[in-house]
């Protein structure tokens, strides 16, 4: 297949077959050497933990064609960190941060045709996992696993790109208190998904939870991390929680907002009863990129922050500068920006 074939200003969040995909296995105590491959079925044991016991773990990242047509990775370090974290938690071998990065230079060079043109907005997902696999039955980490990445061309997570959505509240936790919450394991996605689809029946772009201890405190949008902007357009303030996945969008936008917006930036409780405090609020997280939250409803009532049809001015400066940096419109801070060559 060319690439005549997709039409890059309509790409949604859609799985679409790519050339290559890279798979290591995890053997012998060691990462075997990896190899890029065209079969996109994976062939494994019945026994498998990754199919009884949630054991494995993923990551989402972007390759961004940039505005000189080279390609840019943004900031892979901090997803293999990531990675690390999540593989500790479940009991999984680390994947180096260099073969992690390596991989996905691989992978995302061996679909460059995939890659949407620059000015599309349409950009490469790259979806680095590992899995806990082998023959077993028993409650206990896996004798073999696999790291693979393979790549889905994207457009935007939520319909319409930058472009106001509203939320609903909802009743059930994605995580526990002390539980996975912070890991990015997949039974917290599957935890998520009755909620959102209830959320998404009601005419919701997806729900948002609340601290799973109190239920009083907001602490994340379903797939994507929460952010405000306060009255005095002073404050960005974000939830901190240990049952809150810490998003690399999150940590990016807590630096520039600080940095190059100037505001004080606070990461804290957001009290579901102080949501007047906010002028504007936002998604934010790699599939959805910087989506405009218009209100929020819970208990039967809508919160309207600055509009349900418009963007505020705060939250249009980050999505540029964030967009900019992936982009190569704007200068990317040290480090930030990983050329795939
Ligand atoms: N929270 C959840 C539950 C997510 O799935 C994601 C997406 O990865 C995020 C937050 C945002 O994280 P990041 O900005 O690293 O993509
Ligand atoms: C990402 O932004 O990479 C996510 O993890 C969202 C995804 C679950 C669709």
């Known amino acids: 297949m060319g690439n005549e074939s997709i039409d890059w200003d309509k790409l949604g969040f859609d799985y679409i077959k790519t050339d290559l995909r890279y798979l290591a296995y995890w053997r012998d105590g060691a990462w075997q050497p990896g190899v890029l491959t065209e079969d996109n079925v994976l ?50 071998p680390e994947v180096p941060t260099e073969l992690f990065i390596e991989a996905c230079q691989q992978v995302a060079k061996a679909n460059e045709r995939f890659i949407p043109p620059y000015g599309t907005g349409g950009t490469l997902y790259l979806r680095p996992y590992v899995i806990g696999v082998g023959d077993n039955i028993g409650v ?66 997806d729900c948002i939870y609340l601290d799973p201890q109190t239920h009083t405190k907001l602490e994340e949008v379903g797939s994507a991390n929460f952010f405000g902007i306060t009255k005095d357009g002073k404050q960005f303030v974000t939830p901190k929680s240990s049952s809150v996945l810490p998003g690399i969008t999150r940590l990016s936008l807590l630096e520039l907002a600080a940095d190059r917006l100037g505001l004080e930036v606070v990461e804290g409780d957001v009290l579901i009863d102080q949501l007047d405090r906010f002028a504007e609020a936002g998604a934010c997280g790699t599939a959805a990129v910087i989506t405009p939250i218009g209100g929020i409803e819970y208990k039967g009532k809508l919160h309207v922050f600055y509009s349900e049809t418009e963007v505020g001015p705060v939250t249009q400066r980050l999505y540029k500068e964030l967009t900019g940096i992936q982009t190569g419109e704007v200068e990317a801070p040290q480090g930030w920006i990983v050329k795939v060559v």
């Open 43 to 92: 062939h494994i044991s019945e026994g498998s933990t990754a199919l009884h016991y949630g054991q494995q773990c993923f990551e989402g990242l972007k390759a961004y064609r940039d505005k000189d047509g080279s390609i840019n990775l943004f900031r892979p370090d901090q997803n293999a960190q990531r990675m690390q974290r999540s593989c500790r938690r479940v009991m999984m």
């Open 140 to 205: 206990r980490a896996a004798p073999e696993f696999i790291f693979a990445v393979f790549a889905v061309p994207v457009g935007p997570y939520f319909k319409g790109g930058l472009k106001p959505h509203n939320f609903l509240i909802s009743g059930y936790d994605r995580a526990a208190p002390n539980g996975t919450g912070a890991a990015k394991v997949g039974g917290n996605y599957a935890a998520s998904m009755m909620p959102g689809a209830e959320a998404k029946k009601h005419g919701f772009a």
